[in-house]
Structures are given as structure tokens and as C-alpha cells.
């Protein structure tokens, strides 16, 4: 059975996901791939880690790993 865990504004335009074997949910938030005009969300790309710390069914933490390098 599939269930719904996160969804906007918590997350936005993701393009792929891992789960750990603790059972964190890893979501990359593409946010600068031809975004479209007046696009008010993030302005970079995120690494989203999604935890379900209490056991109920929707993430009560939402860390973001560090954004704003770019390789250009």
C-alpha cells in the first residue's frame, strides 16, 4: 500500500527518493530546472530529509542539507 507522506508546500517539483534502513525519506526538490515565469519557491535545488520521528504517518522534521554552492 502506497500512502501520501509529504506533499506541497512541504515539498515541491521533486525528482527522485531514497529510503534509509532508519527510515528517512531523502527527496531531491528540483527548483531551477526551467522554472516557470514568476516561480516564487526555493531558488536552488534541495536534498530534503524527511523523518517521521513520533511514528504517525507524516514527517515532523524537515532538515535541508546545505544549498547555495553551484558548480558553475
Known sequence: MIE???ADPDIVT???????HLGRVFAIESNT??????????????LLVLRDREVMGVPRSRPCL????STR
Open 66 to 69: 546545505p544549498t547555495g554552492s
Open 14 to 20: 521533486p525528482t527522485g527518493l531514497d529510503v534509509d
Open 33 to 46: 530546472h526551467f522554472p516557470p515565469e514568476g516561480y516564487d519557491r526555493h531558488p536552488t535545488d534541495r
Open 4 to 6: 501520501l507522506f509529504s
